[in-house]
């Protein structure tokens, strides 16, 4: 198993730098100039072309990307903001925690939610209770998660005034942005429990289990749920980074500091550096949820778990 | 009167798909004694395993509905039972054993906790501890090792599933065994080794049997009694050597007409033609007369009962009814 968990950690690191490559790239061959964006029409192409040498954009591409990842990979350094002229590191190790806990947060509401409401969708196929679901599930998928944070928005701060509109503080601040940033990885894991639930209740060993006269409540909370849950253990593991991406219109909506805000505003003003960082950092996140929702697996599947071992040890 | 073991009398249960409703089971009436072995062959979907999970209470519903009839277990009328009842009597007085091991096991749990989980639900003194001991107790019966207990089922290869599948099912020392085609998904060597096995413990324990099979040989290895079955309904039923001695039906006579005989020497099997009536629009009638080479126009019309054509051998069939009153 540890052998296993060393290999994805590996693994994890080479995704990581081919995101870098990948973003700093498309970066690099996206149309518009961050100089002319920071400078204006004002400047003479002189200050233009002395502030892109002190950047290094006057560079060709390979050695701007070799610069680049020597100083991610070696110097750990994410460069500098050319909008701020300050660190990116540090400003992105203030702003994590935000995101990540959105991100987080999101990821619990939607299971709290969509879990238990799948479950009962499956057992109570073609009675109101599912069709119900049903179309709930289909309001979360389809509703735009921005127009949905506006609507929570009008109602509980402008017509109740419970909760802050914007910025941030204590948690009151943070329920409506998950709530809006929930919301579209309800439906499909709802959806995915239920067909999940569905495929096992008509499983051999429920019949088995219930011939051997366990009671029906026991059956479904010994014998399905775990096994229903295998794949929702997959779905949650994509959501989280969708959760995490979704910030970037959420934190806008709502102007948190997070991760999300600080790219949408770096991608507006062609900032780079915070750009990349900002995708590095999101990568990185993803693929360690990603090894842990397959550790996750391996604790609920005895299959799976033989498996990594099998892999490790070959 | 004095109450056999188990009496089922005129059992019918249908299935809805769609708007459809299939007539899987239609009038099935038999007994079994305690100890004994009912043997029950016929094709794939002519209602053996439902008449099984009826006994069970284990149909799925929906689809499937018992519409009639009443299963008498000591007497007592199985499908007016409460839900307690029956989870008091499922695994315990009467277990079932699965068709295809592959799947019947749940692939999550080790397989000695599978065996316990039904201890534990029947015995008296269920304690954690004492479940495991029997459990393993009753590994060692079907023979499987102890160390095997923290396994899962993948481990396992088919004939040993099917081993784990029969300690489930014999783990409460069960009165009646259901064993709905035991060996159908084994390799041939394994069948012999896992029926050997079933018969010697069901001795053992002095449990009566219902084996469910389209194996003929299967059958005459371990039965006492037979009832054929087509198309929802018992066609003739009688001790193993009425059925095999002098087979009555002309579907009988079909069956053991389609297995290679070595002693004849033939060249060539005889399939019976044609296929099981759509359950959905049976024939009126001799649910075989579409097959029956002797079918006749009252066949075809009239109602064909059960008849007893010698002591406890009954034949549904108007051909051999009229033969034996003649004779």
Redesign the interface.
């Known amino acids: 198993m540890a052998k296993y968990i060393i290999k994805r950690l590996i693994l994890c690191i080479v995704v990581i730098f081919c995101a870098s490559i990948v973003i700093f790239t498309i970066m690099y061959f996206v149309p518009g100039d961050p100089v002319e964006i920071m400078m204006g029409a004002n400047a003479t192409i002189a200050e233009k072309d002395a502030m892109r040498h002190e950047w290094g954009l006057d560079q060709p591409y390979l050695i701007q990307l070799g610069s680049f990842l020597y100083n991610v990979f070696i110097n750990h350094e994410l460069g500098i903001s050319y909008t701020y002229n300050a660190p990116i590191t540090t400003e992105m190790m203030s702003r994590f925690p935000r995101t990540l806990f959105i991100g987080i947060s999101c990821i619990i509401v939607d299971v709290i939610l969509s879990i238990p409401l799948g479950i009962q969708a499956a057992l109570k196929q073609g009675k109101w209770q599912d069709r119900v679901s049903t179309i709930f599930a289909m309001a979360c998928v389809s509703v735009p998660d921005f127009w949905f944070a506006l609507m929570l928005v009008i109602l509980f701060s402008q017509i109740l005034h419970w909760l802050p509109s914007y910025g941030i503080g204590g948690l009151q601040y943070y329920i409506m942005p998950i709530m809006a940033n929930a919301l579209a990885g309800i439906g499909g894991l709802l959806r995915q429990t239920r067909s999940g639930m569905l495929d096992v209740m008509k499983a051999d060993y429920i019949t088995t289990a219930r011939a051997k006269g366990v009671p029906e409540k026991t059956v479904i909370h010994k014998h399905m749920l775990n096994n229903a849950l295998i794949p929702v253990i997959t779905v949650i593991g994509g959501h989280f980074g969708r959760a995490v991406a979704g910030t970037v219109i959420i934190e806008q909506v709502f102007s948190i500091p997070g991760i999300g805000q600080y790219m949408l505003n770096a991608v507006n003003t062609r900032d780079y550096p915070v750009i990349r960082g900002g995708v590095i950092i999101l990568a990185a996140t993803t693929s360690v949820v990603m090894l842990l929702v397959d550790l996750v697996y391996a604790v609920v599947d005895p299959r799976i778990k033989a498996q990594y071992i099998g892999k490790a040890g070959q | 009167m004095e109450s056999k073991f188990l009496q089922v009398r005129d059992l019918q249960i249908e299935y809805t798909s769609g708007k459809q409703v299939i007539h899987a089971v239609n009038g099935v009436s038999f007994d079994l004694e305690r100890g004994k072995t009912l043997g029950m062959v016929g094709e794939t979907g002519a209602g053996k395993t439902s008449i099984a999970?009826s006994i069970?209470g284990?149909l799925?519903n929906p689809p499937a509905r018992i519409t009639g009839g009443e299963i008498l277990l000591d007497g007592k009328n199985l499908l007016e039972a409460s839900?307690e009842e029956?989870?008091?009597?499922?695994?315990?007085q009467i277990?079932?054993i699965?068709q295809?091991p592959m799947?019947?096991?749940?692939?999550?749990?080790t397989i000695g906790d599978q065996i316990a989980?039904?201890i534990e639900?029947?015995s008296e003194n269920a304690g954690k501890h004492a479940a495991k001991e029997q459990a393993i107790k009753i590994l060692k019966m079907v023979g499987i090792t102890e160390e095997r207990y923290e396994e899962?089922p993948?481990?396992f290869s088919g004939g040993m599933k099917q081993r784990v599948?029969i300690a489930?099912a014999l783990s409460c020392n069960p009165e009646l065994l259901l064993a709905d085609e035991p060996t159908t998904a084994l390799d041939v060597t394994i069948q012999a080794q896992v029926l050997d096995m079933m018969n010697d413990l069901r001795r053992r324990l002095n449990s009566a049997m219902i084996l469910i099979t389209h194996d003929l040989g299967v059958v005459a290895e371990m039965c006492d009694d037979v009832a054929v079955v087509y198309a929802g309904e018992i066609i003739e039923k009688g001790t193993k050597e009425d059925i095999f001695d002098h087979p009555t039906h002309p579907y009988t006579n079909g069956l053991f007409g389609s297995l290679p005989m070595m002693a004849v020497g033939e060249k060539r099997l005889h399939p019976i033609n044609g296929m099981m009536p759509d359950p959905t629009n049976l024939p009126k009638g001799c649910k075989f007369s579409p097959r029956c080479p002797y079918a006749t126009d009252d066949c075809r019309t009239g109602q064909i009962v059960l008849d007893e054509i010698t002591p406890g051998h009954f034949c549904r069939c108007i051909r051999n009814s009229k033969e034996a009153h003649n004779v």
């Open positions: 999970k069970i284990v799925p839900e029956m989870l008091k009597i499922r695994g315990n277990s079932m699965f295809d799947t019947a096991l749940n692939p999550l749990m989980e039904a639900l029947h899962f993948y481990q599948v489930i």
